[in-house]
């Protein structure tokens, strides 16, 4: 695999990674990245509350309902957004840009190449229009997936400057800086490598047991352990 990916195989076990600003890397021991990203208690959670919601939605629930939960559950995987921040979100008119992007990205990774570009400029206004009191995509983005886990990765500025390049490598994810203009351009690229890679991100995730994850979850874990998460764990190479 790279990163981003273009046209290369992802294997379960090994694969190649090649960042744009870094040169080539050897991944592997894809399986014992997810298991050790979920015995971290936080991603471990998120990943449960994320199949919880999931569930919710398929038995009916509406997912800009579950907007007052998913807001803290996304501290488990260290939101940086404060309490503050979630109630200005949840009053008019703010909820209401939540409500119309869970609608407009319900369609998944699989038809996120169909979205007009009426409804893009749509996306990025409603996007741009929550980015704020110092808080970008990775506050937003932790939110929607927990409510979009098929449409939308974690957004550290770590996985976007593997994934596509658009900042620099930070030091550290505690001062996240990646505004709302890189919310489209990390979708496109998500999008496109899950759809590329499904079958082999599914077999992944059929074998994980710790929380049920699909192809993007999947996906999304090892952007963040290739990214930044491999520093939890020394012993294992990135």
């Known amino acids: 695999m790279t990163w981003p990916m273009r046209g290369s195989h992802f294997a379960r076990g090994s694969a190649k ?3 744009i600003l870094e040169g080539v890397i050897e991944l592997t021991n894809g399986e014992t990245k997810l298991r050790r990203r979920g015995s971290l208690p936080g991603a471990f959670g998120y990943d449960l ?10 038995r009916g629930c509406a997912p800009e309902s579950l907007l007052s939960a998913a807001m803290p559950t996304s501290w488990m995987v260290n939101n940086r957004a404060p309490s503050t921040l979630f109630a200005k979100w949840l009053r008019p008119p703010l909820a209401g840009r939540w409500a119309a992007l869970l609608e407009l990205l319900e369609g998944g990774y699989a ?8 409804d893009r400029s749509a996306i990025a206004a409603h996007v741009d229009a929550l980015c704020m009191d110092g808080h970008g ?3 937003v983005s932790k939110v929607l997936a927990l409510l979009l886990p098929q449409s939308v ?5 770590s996985a976007i400057a593997l994934l596509t390049g658009g900042v620099a490598r930070p030091a550290d994810d505690r001062s996240p800086t990646a505004g709302a203009e890189h919310f489209l351009p990390v979708l496109d690229a998500f999008s496109a490598q899950v759809a590329a890679h499904e079958a082999d991100l599914i077999a992944l995730a059929r074998d994980y047991d710790l929380a049920p994850l699909d192809a993007p979850q999947v ?19 990135p």
């Open 153 to 157: 990765p974690l957004m550290d500025d």
């Open 17 to 19: 990674l090649s960042p």
């Open 219 to 237: 996906l999304d874990r090892l952007l963040w352990y290739d990214s930044f998460g491999h520093r939890h764990f020394p012993d294992l190479n």
């Open 49 to 58: 509350a994320a199949a919880a919601f999931r569930g919710a939605i398929a």
């Open 137 to 139: 995509v990775a506050a």
């Open 111 to 118: 038809a996120h190449a169909d979205i007009s570009a009426a």
